[in-house]
């Protein structure tokens, strides 16, 4: 009888939770090193101009919230692994295909074929919408025991959010030393190594679930944690936003070891539950931009991302944590994928925004920075809003 209570696993980070999250790493490392610097390189090369260029991410997002559509079917009607395996190769085939438009040497291509281009965007956001929803929020969960889902969750998000910067600092250390074809074809490795991981954990096979229709928002969307989406979404694509106007090694850098700093601050119970960790990640997001606005030379691409970064793992964190305790037992690959959608939709949808303004030119740049004040604001004062509504909910049920 003991046995039924004992932990397959008593430890997180057994060998099958490290190879998953190092495919996690890789997938993610192979999406954020190639797709959102495409519509930068499409413009600046002229390519297509400013709105065609924005228009790729917005469809690359619009691929990632139609594949939710279907995510619950494909894993009830085919095992698991093999959907995420299918959708990272697919994933590696859309970013080999993406060199054929962004090659100097064939600079008609995007001319004679923007539909291609713009379907290629589309189907390269539902197989990154799809493989990273059935890794994050259903193969790492199958793989942890209960005790441990929280931190498995937090432990995915961060690695996530990590290579936010990882991937932008190495694309810009490779573009200028090998090949347009060898860059994009590091990132589909890249996909492909992450694909060859996951076939490596053995998932046992389960029985489909009888009744399970081939739309659904099952595994999803998350509708309680709606307002929580907002904020995620909108802090996103601020973040997004000031990405653009800063596209050097010493920013991305800055921000990782400002993620970084968040991460060991989190560590403490403490501050992890503490009721001001959202309001002074805020401040240090507000503080962070309407510095970047005085442009102080140095510490724009050093201190300012630090301290951002900080702010943004603080408040990004709550917000996960809110979303888990806003779903129920049964609920939590769909607040994964709710957070996902938010965070990943958000920064991609600001990346469009930083080049529908024109915010990749440098004299631009306190455009992107206005407008990611704004959008912190807002997230600011949905996340007041938010504590509120709890509060009062609380003592009404008290």
């Known amino acids: 009888m003991?046995?039924?209570?004992?932990?397959?696993?008593?430890?997180?980070?057994?060998?099958?939770?490290?190879?998953?999250?190092?495919?996690?790493?890789?997938?993610?490392?192979?999406?954020?090193?190639?797709?959102?610097?495409?519509?930068?390189?499409?413009?600046?090369?002229?390519?297509?101009?400013?709105?065609?260029?924005?228009l790729t991410m917005v469809l690359f997002v619009t691929g990632i919230f139609v594949s939710g559509f279907f995510?619950?079917?494909?894993?009830?009607?085919?095992?698991?692994?093999?959907?995420?395996?299918?959708s990272a190769l697919c994933l590696a085939a859309t970013i080999l295909a993406l060199s054929v438009f962004d090659n100097p040497q064939n600079k008609y291509a995007v001319e004679?074929?923007?539909?291609?281009?713009?379907?290629?965007?589309?189907?390269?956001?539902?197989?990154?919408?799809?493989?990273?929803?059935?890794?994050?929020?259903?193969?790492?969960?199958?793989?942890?025991?209960?005790?441990?889902?929280?931190?498995?969750?937090?432990?995915?998000?961060?690695?996530?959010?990590?290579t936010i910067v990882a991937g932008p600092i190495i694309a810009i250390q490779l573009r200028n030393e090998v090949q347009n074809t060898m860059f994009y074809g590091i990132g589909a490795a890249m996909a492909i190594v992450a694909a060859a991981l996951v076939m490596m954990v053995n998932f046992p096979f389960r029985a489909p679930e009888e009744g399970t229709k081939l739309i659904s928002t099952d595994r999803f969307l998350l509708p309680q944690?709606?307002?929580?989406?907002?904020?995620?979404?909108?802090?996103?694509?601020?973040?997004?936003?000031?990405?653009?106007?800063?596209?050097?090694?010493?920013?991305?850098?800055?921000?990782?070891?400002?993620?970084?700093?968040?991460?060991?601050?989190?560590?403490?119970?403490?501050?992890?539950?503490?009721r001001f960790t959202s309001m002074v990640g805020n401040v240090c997001i507000l503080t962070a931009v309407l510095a970047m606005t005085l442009h102080n030379g140095m510490l724009d691409d050093t201190?300012?991302?630090?301290?951002l970064g900080l702010g943004f793992g603080l408040t990004a964190s709550e917000q996960l944590y809110k979303l888990l305790d806003r779903s129920n037992h049964c609920q939590r690959s769909t607040a994964e994928s709710t957070y996902f959608m938010a965070s990943d939709g958000g920064l991609f949808l600001g990346i469009a925004a930083g080049c529908l303004v024109g915010t990749y030119a440098a004299e631009q740049a306190a455009t992107g920075e206005h407008g990611a004040i704004l959008l912190f604001a807002i997230a600011s004062i949905?996340?007041?809003?938010?504590?509120?509504?709890?509060?009062?909910?609380?003592?009404?049920?008290?």
């Open 2 to 54: 003991d046995k039924q209570y004992t932990p397959t696993y008593h430890r997180m980070w057994n060998r099958d939770f490290s190879l998953l999250i190092a495919a996690e790493l890789l997938l993610c490392i192979a999406c954020y090193m190639t797709i959102p610097f495409l519509p930068y390189r499409l413009f600046k090369n002229n390519y297509v101009d400013a709105s065609l260029a924005s």
């Open 71 to 86: 995510g619950s079917w494909l894993i009830q009607r085919y095992r698991r692994n093999k959907v995420f395996g299918i």
């Open 112 to 162: 004679n074929h923007i539909m291609a281009l713009l379907g290629v965007c589309t189907f390269g956001g539902m197989v990154f919408g799809q493989s990273k929803r059935v890794l994050s929020c259903t193969l790492l969960i199958d793989k942890t025991e209960s005790c441990h889902r929280t931190e498995a969750n937090y432990a995915a998000i961060w690695i996530a959010r990590l």
């Open 225 to 274: 944690g709606w307002n929580v989406s907002i904020v995620i979404a909108c802090m996103s694509a601020a973040l997004g936003l000031t990405m653009v106007t800063h596209t050097s090694t010493e920013f991305f850098t800055s921000l990782a070891v400002g993620f970084a700093i968040a991460i060991l601050t989190l560590r403490f119970p403490a501050v992890r539950m503490g």
């Open 303 to 307: 201190l300012k991302p630090m301290v």
């Open 382 to 398: 949905m996340c007041s809003i938010n504590s509120l509504m709890k509060k009062k909910h609380t003592e009404f049920h008290a």
